[in-house]
Structures are given as structure tokens and as C-alpha cells.
């Protein structure tokens, strides 16, 4: 008699405990479905809007799909925008700069992580307390000197800093090289290598995990800056994408012309997402190692 | 990482110092060959990081607008900024409030959603890209669409909050709604939070899970017991690095509101921005005396979180 309600109340039990599971992965993908919206739905309704006639972009309640798709949004938009020209300054800003990166920075990580020299530590942790100095106390004196030596419009402030590290950068990149046994570098020694020959024949081909990452989070950098072609490129003629974007946004009249916005904003994103869908494994690595954004 | 980082400063602690006569001469040119690997970095330090550093300390004694030389005020700018700038204050508030609000949803939110997407889920990868995505949109494009989404009249924002009956905020036009709107807006970066909190799941065990299993330990327990003393490396680091962050925001407010209504969304950064670069004439020894302080401010809630991580932040394998 006891063993049968025992059993019973097990299997009530059991149920009870399913039920729950049930109800807490229903709840569960619920939650997620949500939030993918969240973070989607704005830049879904951007790519939207973006093919929207002017009188709907302005109604309520929010329509999604456009009544009448209207590619000119993109041409109108141009119009008033060199987007030629500040696409191709973005990339001349973005290529250099990457390139000053990577060297730079496996460059000194490889100096960090593989020799043994006085101070090194200590150095080490000055590295890493530059993270932590906000942008606005360098930026007065920074604006200055570019100022006193004749750089304001003209691309260098931009590039030329990346080709003497960046302390994030070389933060990964020493992590890397720190993984890489040493009997490798022993045996290239032993062969008569030169410390140079060792560094570009051994390590950048075996750093390429690293250089990959680097070379995503400059892009980004370089691409997404605003406040730096802001302050030092006054010339349209030298504005990259984001000024251009901002300046054509901001023109009398653009107020509320959501629809040309949209496409701009579109021409912009565009290649960013491009690079992050060709590259997502290197972009959430770059996000694990960093968090250093916003 | 963020145990590379702690271990970076226990790995100072008793080490003796060698001296450069001490070295043999094959150490010694071990060691040259890591200076001149090094040297790029240290030239560069010196010329991005300490010039500036102290150059604009000095400037904040001075009178500067670039064109002409910097003349000495003494503490000017600073007894100016604490009893006669109204906006000091002001600005200062407002930042702390995005300080506050965001670093704790992006911690809050981020920790939740990588907690979720940590029980085993279908379509793990399909999930994390989509929260990841919009971290990814530039800034600039990211504050036009959402100038769009918190429009008053016909914004996204909007029509969503209408679901649940409030009716239509205007945002940008009432003060007390404007930094909400920068708050709702930074939930956009929630994902390259949850993306480094992820990691630091997928690292844990699966036996710690077990062993509290067997001990009887429920959900929350494992939680609150198991999960969240593993994490705290990850918390600190990502704690640490969005506050400062936060207290240097900047280019979304410079773009959608520059400050208004009146002067509602003015963060500390724009306050300073304005001073160097949009007032006329520029009044960059002004700014730098703001800079300082904001650097003061920062250091201190640094050195408050360093110091208070002994406490609460564990490192595995760590004998101590």
C-alpha cells in the first residue's frame, strides 16, 4: 500500500519536474527570441526605412515593409555627399593604420614575451596602466604639437600613433607568443638564425591567430573613429566616411528626411557588417580579449 | 585575460631586481635585442602618453587657445570650475548617472544573457551573433539610427513602449527623460559584455557542477556558490573597464543632442570637448583642468576597485 503511493508520488513527481523543464525552455527561448528582436529590430528597421517614400518613414504606429521601394533614397542621399571621396580617405587611414599595428605591436609583444631584460615587468605594468588614462587628458596636448608641427589636416595624426603600438594590442599578442613552445625558437637558433630572421620567418607565421584578430579590432577602430577625423581633418576634402556621414545628417533641411538617413547610415554600416559575417570567429575572439569598447 | 591581468601584478611581488653588470654577456645581449623590440612602444609612450600626461597638467595652470602661448593662471581654472561652473556639477551628474546605469545593465544584462545561452542551448552561435551585431555598427551610423528610434513622434522606441500603454515619450525634448534614452541606447554594447562572460562560463568545470550536484546544492545555490566565485575575475576586469569607459562618453551625445535639453544629456567629456574645441576663443588650459580632474576621478574609482578585488575576486590555483 505505501510502496504504491510512494510510487505514485514519484511519478507525480516526475511529471511536475517535466512540466517545469518545459515551461523553463519555453521560457527560456522566449527570452531569447526577445532579445534577438531588441537588438536586431533597429537595424532591421533602418535597412527598411531606408526604401521608404518620405511621408511613410514618418508614420505611426511604425510600418516595416515599404509601400513602394524606392532606391533613389541611396542616389538622393549621395548627392550631398562626396562618398567616393570619403570612402576612399577612410580606407587610406584604415590600411596604413593597420599595417602600423600589426608591425608595431608583434614587434614589441615579441620583445615583451621572449626576452629577458632589465625593468621588464615593470615596463610590462606601465603598458598596462596606459589603458586605464582616459582620452581627454592626452587630448589638448596631442591636438597642440600635431597643431605646432603643421599635421592638422592632414592624415598623420591618424595614422602615424599606430605605428608605435597600441598597449591592447600588444597585450594579446605577447598572450600568444607566451603560448608558443620554445623549443621551436631553440631550433631555428640552433640553424644560425638571426633574432630577426627568427621573429618574421618563425613567429608572425605562427602569430597568425593574433594578427588576425589585431588587424579586425584596428579596422574597426580606425573605420568607426569619429572624434579624431573630427578634430584634426577640417578640409571636406580629407573627411572620411563618419564625418561625411555626420555633416550630411546635420545639413539644414535633413531634418527629418529619416528615409535618406537611413540609406546613408546603410552605405556606412555595410562594409562592417560584411567584414564581420567573412570574419564573426575573429571578432567574438577580439570581444573575449577585450570589452574595451563604449 | 582576466586572470592574466591579476597574475601580471603578482608576478612583480619578491622578484629581485638584476643589475646589468650582473649579466653575463650573453644575457646582456639578450637584453639589448629586447630593448630594440621594445623600443617602438617606449618612444611611443614617452611621445602619446607621458608628454601629454604632463603637458596637460601644466597647460591647467595656463590661459591657452593655441594660437597664442600658454600664459600662468595659477589655480585658476580650478577654483573657477568648483565655485563659479554651474555645469561642472551638472555635467558631472549626469555622467555618473550613465556611469552607474550603464556599467550595471551591461553587467546585469550581459552576465544574465551569457547565463541563458550557457544551459545547453540549440542554436548557441545563431544567438550570440545576433546580440553581438549591433556592437558592431559604427557609432556614428548607430546614433543616427537611434535619433530615428527615439523620435517622439514616429520612433521605434515608441511604438514598442506603446504596447505595454505608455503613451508617447519625447525623449530629446524632456529632461527628465533625455539620459534614460542614452541608457536605453548602451544596451546596444550588452553583447560584447555577455560575449567575454560566455568564455568565462564555458571555462568553468563541468565537475564543479557535479560535485555541488551531489552535495545537494539547488539552482541557485550552484549559482550563487559555484558559478558566480569562478566569475569574479571576469566581473572585475569587465566591471573595471566599463566604468572607465562610461565616464568617457562622448561621441552619441556629442552627435544626437549635444547637450540638451537644456543641458540634460551634457556629459563630462562634451563639457570639456566644448571648452577646447567649440567655444571661441578655444579655452584649452580650461579644459585641461577638467581633464585632470576627470583623470582624478577615474584613478580613484580605479584604485578603490583594485583595492577592494582582494576581497572578492578569486583566482583558481591562487595560494593565497
Known sequence: MSAISARSAKLRSDTLNRATQIIGRILLYGILVFMSLWFIAPLFWMFMSSFMPLEQVGIFPVEWIPRVWQPENYTDALKFWKFGTTFRNTMIITIFSLFGDIGSCTLVAYGFARFRFPFRDTLFLILLATLMLPFAVRLIPVYAAYDAIGWIDTFYPLIVPNFFGNAFYIFICRQFFLGIPQDLLDAAKIDGASEFRIFTQVMIPLAKPAIVVIAILSFQNSWNDFLGPLIYLKDPDLHTLAIGLYKFTSLPGQGGIYNQQMAASVLMVMPVLIVFFLFQKQFIQGANLSGMKG | ?320
Open chain 2, 1 to 320: 585575460m582576466a586572470t592574466a591581468f591579476g597574475s601580471q601584478f603578482s608576478a612583480l611581488r619578491g622578484r629581485r631586481r638584476e643589475r646589468w653588470s650582473d649579466l653575463s654577456p650573453m644575457r646582456k645581449r639578450e637584453a639589448k635585442f629586447g630593448f630594440l623590440f621594445i623600443a617602438p612602444w617606449f618612444i611611443g609612450v614617452l611621445l602619446f602618453a607621458l608628454f601629454p600626461f604632463i603637458a596637460s597638467f601644466v597647460l591647467s595652470f595656463t590661459k591657452y587657445n593655441i594660437v597664442a602661448p600658454p600664459e600662468w593662471v595659477g589655480i585658476e581654472h580650478y577654483e573657477h570650475i568648483f565655485t563659479d561652473d554651474p555645469l561642472f556639477l551638472k555635467s558631472l551628474k549626469n555622467t555618473a548617472v550613465y556611469v552607474g546605469g550603464s556599467v550595471a545593465i551591461r553587467i546585469l544584462l550581459g552576465f544574465g544573457l551569457a547565463l541563458l545561452l550557457n544551459t545547453k542551448v540549440r542554436f548557441l552561435g545563431l544567438w550570440r551573433t545576433l546580440f553581438y551585431v549591433p556592437s558592431v555598427v559604427p557609432i556614428v551610423a548607430l546614433s543616427i539610427v537611434w535619433l530615428y528610434v527615439l523620435n517622439a513622434r514616429a520612433g521605434l522606441l515608441n511604438w514598442f513602449l506603446g504596447f505595454f500603454g505608455i503613451s508617447r515619450i519625447r525623449w530629446f525634448a524632456d529632461p527628465d527623460f533625455a539620459m534614460l534614452a542614452f541608457l536605453i541606447m548602451s544596451t546596444t554594447w550588452v553583447g560584447v559584455t555577455m560575449v567575454i562572460f560566455l568564455a568565462g562560463l564555458q571555462g568553468i568545470p563541468e565537475e564543479y557542477y557535479d560535485a555541488a550536484k551531489i552535495d545537494g546544492a539547488n539552482m541557485a545555490q550552484r549559482l550563487w556558490r559555484v558559478t558566480i566565485p569562478l566569475m569574479t575575475p571576469t566581473i572585475y576586469l569587465n566591471v573595471l573597464i566599463n566604468i572607465i569607459g562610461a565616464f568617457q562618453v562622448f561621441t552619441q551625445v556629442f552627435i544626437m543632442t549635444g547637450g540638451a535639453p537644456r543641458d540634460a544629456t551634457r556629459t563630462y567629456v562634451l563639457h570639456l570637448f566644448d571648452h577646447a574645441f567649440q567655444y571661441l576663443p578655444p579655452q584649452m588650459g580650461y579644459s585641461s583642468a577638467l581633464a585632470w580632474i576627470l583623470f582624478m576621478i577615474i584613478f580613484a574609482f580605479t584604485a578603490v576597485i583594485v583595492a577592494s578585488s582582494q576581497r572578492w575576486v578569486f583566482y583558481q590555483g591562487a595560494e593565497d
